[in-house]
C-alpha cells in the first residue's frame, strides 16, 4: 500500500506542479491559445484568479512529494496537500459543470480527485497506525 501510495505522490506532484506551472507562466490569452479548446474556461476567471489557482497548485505538488523527500517530521503536510487537492478539483468541477463543459473536462477533475484520495487515505491510515504505537 505505501509503495502506491508514494507513487500516486510522486505522480499527482508532477502534475500540479506541471499545472500550476503553466498557469503561473502564461496569461489568459495564452493559455487559451495554447489550450486548444480544453482551456477555454479561463474566460470565466480573472487573471488574479488563474496566477492564484496556479500558485495553489504549485504548493500542492510541494506539499504531496517535499516532506517525504526531505525525511522530516512535516508529514503531516503530505494528506493536507492531498485534501487540497480534493478541494480545488471540486471547485474545478463545479467551474466545468456551469460551463456545460464536456464529460471529458469534467473526468479529468475526477480523476486527480481519486487519486489525491488513495494519497489521502493511505496517509491517514498510516498516521493513525503510528500514533496508536
Known amino acids: 500500500m505505501e509503495i502506491m501510495v508514494f507513487v500516486c505522490q510522486v505522480i499527482l506532484s508532477i502534475m500540479m506542479l506541471v499545472f500550476g506551472g503553466v498557469k503561473l507562466a502564461y496569461n489568459k490569452e495564452q493559455l487559451k491559445a495554447k ?3 480544453r482551456m477555454d474556461y479561463v474566460d470565466d476567471l480573472s487573471q488574479m484568479n488563474i496566477k492564484l489557482i496556479g500558485l495553489t497548485e504549485m504548493l500542492i505538488g510541494l506539499g504531496l512529494i517535499l ?3 526531505i525525511c522530516t517530521d512535516l508529514d503531516y503536510l503530505i494528506p493536507l496537500a492531498a485534501l ?3 478541494i480545488t478539483m471540486i471547485g474545478a468541477v463545479i467551474i466545468h459543470i456551469k460551463r456545460k463543459d464536456d464529460l471529458q473536462a469534467i473526468m479529468i477533475n475526477i480523476i486527480i ?3 489525491a484520495a488513495v494519497i489521502l487515505y493511505g496517509k491517514i491510515s ?3 497506525t503510528i500514533i496508536s504505537c
Open 126 to 128: 498510516n498516521l493513525s
Open 67 to 69: 516532506p517525504q523527500l
Open 35 to 37: 489550450g486548444d479548446g
Open 113 to 115: 480527485m481519486l487519486i
Open 84 to 86: 487540497g487537492t480534493v
